[in-house]
């Protein structure tokens, strides 16, 4: 069943609905063509290959229609396709596609950092950082808070997910599959997938509510 969304251009189902099994033979030759050409350092968990999105709908290339709860790692927080912001990205790319903002001046880049400023917590004045993800914002905190307290090491937690990037990596204790291959070697010459790659003053565990009874 289909119903109308608020862009009146795009359907929307009211459940999702899969034609199994999966995944389908268009999928399933994606998946054959990405074994051959993309790093297998990527994590994929399940066959779902996207060909278009609506609000909180996503449909594969076999057209099996998925309620997305992942909205891109927590980044499409109004859904896909939402008509403001398919507006919004077309005004821009028809304006320019990229400048350098740490190389020229661009005035929404400062119209954003206001609106973020007001809006973030603290009396304090703000100042505001613009990176391209997660890892990015962990490695710029991490140089921040060495240049700030002149003190080398940090403190992450074990079962926490910081980044894969060399940095970010050091603090990430999730899976040991993360580390491996990339930290120094053991005293056997093998391969650490717990040792550190830069300093960190140790990994204690998340506070759960158990560890706080009596």
Known sequence: MMTTSGND????PQRPHLQAPLPGPRAAAVLERDRDL???SYTRSYPFVMARGERVWVWDVDENVYLD???GIAVTNVGHAHPRVVAAVQEQAARFLHMSGTD???ELQIHLAERLSAIAPGEAPKRIFYTNSGAESVEAALKLA???TGRPRVLAF??????????????????????????????????CALCLLLPVSGQPHLPH??????
Do not use: E, N, Q
């Not at 997910?161 to 491996?180: D, E, I």
């Open 9 to 12: 251009a795009i359907p929307s």
């Open 38 to 40: 993309i790093s297998p």
């Open 69 to 71: 709860m992942t909205a």
């Open 104 to 106: 020229f001046y661009y």
């Open 146 to 148: 060495r240049y700030v």
């Open 158 to 191: 074990i079962g926490a997910f910081h980044g894969r990037t060399m940095g970010a990596l050091s603090l990430t204790g999730s899976k040991p599959v993360h580390r491996r291959g990339f930290a120094p070697p053991d005293a056997r010459g093998h391969s």
């Open 209 to 214: 509510m158990w560890r706080c009874l009596p």
